[in-house]
C-alpha cells in the first residue's frame, strides 16, 4: 500500500511540475502506450479495454490539436497539424472496426510523432 501511494505521489509530482515540453513528451509517450494497449485487448477481444485506450490515445491527439498554435508555428505546424488529424480520424475508424490492420499501420506513424518530438527536445537543449 505505501509503495502504491508513493508512486502516485511521484507520478502526481513529476506532471505537477514537468515544463511544458516535458508534458508534451509525456503526452506523445502516452498515446504509443496506450495505442499498443489498445492493440493488445483488440487480439484478446476486450471490447472495453480496447475501447478506452484508444479514446485515450485520439484524447492525446485531440489535446495535442487543441494546443499547437498553428498561427505561430507557420507552414511546419499546417504539416504537424495535419499528421494529428490523420492519427485522429484513423483512431476513430480503428475504434468502430477493433480494426487491428488499420492499427498495425497507424502504430509507426504514432511512434514517428513521438519520436520527432524526443529529438527536437534533445536539439532544443543542446542550443540552450
Not at 12 to 29: F, P, R, T
Not at 90 to 104: E, F, P, R, S, Y
Request: proline share 2%; glycine share 4%.
Amino acid at each position: 500500500m505505501y509503495a502504491s501511494n508513493a508512486y502516485n505521489a511521484y507520478k502526481n509530482n513529476s506532471v505537477n511540475y514537468a515544463s511544458k515540453e516535458q508534458l508534451l513528451l509525456m503526452l506523445v509517450d502516452g498515446a504509443v502506450k496506450f495505442s499498443k494497449i489498445g492493440r493488445q485487448a483488440i487480439l484478446e477481444k476486450d471490447v472495453k479495454k480496447a475501447h478506452e485506450n484508444i479514446v485515450k490515445t485520439q484524447d492525446i491527439f485531440i489535446e495535442l490539436m487543441a494546443t499547437l498554435d498553428i498561427n505561430q508555428a507557420g507552414p511546419w505546424g499546417k504539416q504537424l497539424m495535419s499528421v494529428y488529424e490523420f492519427i485522429n480520424y484513423n483512431l476513430v475508424q480503428v475504434n468502430l472496426k477493433k480494426d487491428i490492420k488499420k492499427l498495425d499501420e497507424l502504430i509507426p506513424v504514432i511512434e514517428e510523432v513521438r519520436d520527432t518530438w524526443h529529438e527536437a527536445y534533445k536539439l532544443s537543449k543542446r542550443e540552450v
